[in-house]
């Protein structure tokens, strides 16, 4: 089956023989931070023009590109280039080092790496690196037919200082969850969309962005947002009319403390994922945004991003509380073995927009999809109503003496604390117990709490295993590039200040 791309709604397969976007169909893109913007028709033109030079590279099925710069105009035309050959987009982090960016073409192999509109090119690798911004829009090149289930995307989790682990997703579940994002958000809603985050990062490029570009809205970008787009908020929703954005939990508690809200709001649901959203910060979100429909969202690069979500508009918020799924099943895998429909244990997905697998690491895809269901490594309960409700990640529990204590519990907790802005819970190397519990705290400005005010309060509300032995007060809890907090990076930094 050839694959035509359309727009959310059209037939997936029109009789074309090559690669088309419609992307002359689509609103547009507005760059804030430039104060530019190009419509579908200039989209069109730009990666027609594109898709040639890079078909004259070599680009097509079966091939790889690197794209290496991101959050621009320049790199959704590079983007939709490279789909327009049918090749597979390699999303990259702007930021990675010469090293990482080495070790992460050397495992693709692609055909070209694509580099920013700046004029800064990445040096010493062995494939040819372009500037497709200098390439003259144009007709783009019949391209050789695409199966549905090719590699479209491949997005990087972690290993490219080591053993890289690229999630594939093909052009299937890329368009799967983008009309199932689709029918739970409406074209209206999507009309006019503010991207915050990283389009290396699925919940940036997926959600905030392909989403209402095939729904047929604009897409405004404000690319690294930092404390000036924190600051500016509130102002910015209101004077480009915004009706839906999403972002992460530590975005919202910078831009709640350094913006007023806007006035009046325009927004009509707001998205909240990628790390735990306690249900204090959801109250908050649900009060500056002017809006009960605040969700929280559940979501796995490997699932092309979202799964599941609750909005307050439904249910009350609650700690862990992630609703139903977006399309598809969740199911939990028991102690004993058993999978169950309810109940608590790992959680289980199946869903149409699952990844392929991970970037030549067969080992790695059989551990992680087992009879059709992808093992998430998030701990949680469903009930009978199907409501899916996290607890945290198996990998980040404590082993306090046989007693697993969930991190994020903690963390949760603790953030409840009207003198905790932000907390942090890791375990650390205990010659008696195993591991002990300890915790990073940064206190919300202007408060005369201590730690053992803290103490004193955790006791009084769980159990004494959990109750942190060990706390260190910090300025700041360390973040990745996609905005979620570096538990690691937090424990290191606790450690070697003592």
Known sequence: ?????????????????????????????????????????????????????????????????????????????????????????????????????????????????????????????????????????????????????????????????????????????????????????????????????????????????????????????????????????????????????????????????????????PLRQVNVGSAPLSAALWHEIIVWAGTDNVVNMYGLTETANWFAGASARAFAPEDGLVGRPWGGSAALLAAGGEIAAAGEGEVLLQTPSLMSGYHARPELTAEAIRDGWYRSGDWGSIDGDGLLRLVGRRRNEVNRAGVKIHVEEIDLLLEGHPAVAEACCFGLPDAVSGELVAVAVRFADGTDADVEDLRSWCARRIRRDCVPERWFPVDEIAKTDRGKTDREAVRRQCLEGG
């Open 1 to 265: 089956m050839r694959v035509a791309w359309h727009s959310i709604g059209a037939s997936l397969n029109d009789g074309a023989n090559d690669m088309r976007l419609p992307l002359e169909r689509f609103a547009g893109l507005t760059d804030l931070a430039r104060d530019r913007r190009r419509d579908g028709a200039w989209l069109a033109a730009a990666a027609a023009g594109r898709a040639a030079v890079l078909a004259g590279s070599g680009a097509g099925p079966g091939s790889h590109v690197v794209v290496t710069h991101g959050n621009s105009i320049e790199f959704f035309a590079d983007l939709f280039a490279v789909w327009t050959t049918g090749a597979c987009a390699v999303c990259l982090n702007p930021g990675l080092t010469s090293n990482e960016l080495a070790n992460v073409v050397d495992f693709m192999a692609p055909v070209a790496v694509l580099a920013g509109e700046d004029g800064t090119a990445p040096s010493g690798l062995a494939v040819p690196v372009l500037h497709l911004a200098d390439a003259k829009p144009g007709e783009a090149p019949p391209s050789a037919a695409s199966a549905l289930d090719d590699p479209a995307l491949v997005l990087f989790t972690s290993g490219t200082t080591g053993a890289p682990k690229g999630v594939v997703l093909s052009f299937r579940a890329l368009l799967a969850r983008t009309a199932l994002n689709l029918a739970h958000i409406g074209a209206e809603i999507l009309s006019r969309s503010l991207c915050l985050l990283p389009t290396h990062f699925g919940h940036g490029l997926i959600g905030n962005c392909l989403t209402p570009l095939f729904a047929g809205g604009e897409v405004l970008l404000l690319p690294e947002p930092g404390l000036a787009g924190a600051r500016a908020l509130g102002g910015l929703l209101a004077e480009h009319r915004v009706g839906f954005m999403s972002s992460v939990p530590s975005f919202w508690r910078l831009a709640m403390k350094m913006s007023p809200p806007p006035e009046p709001s």
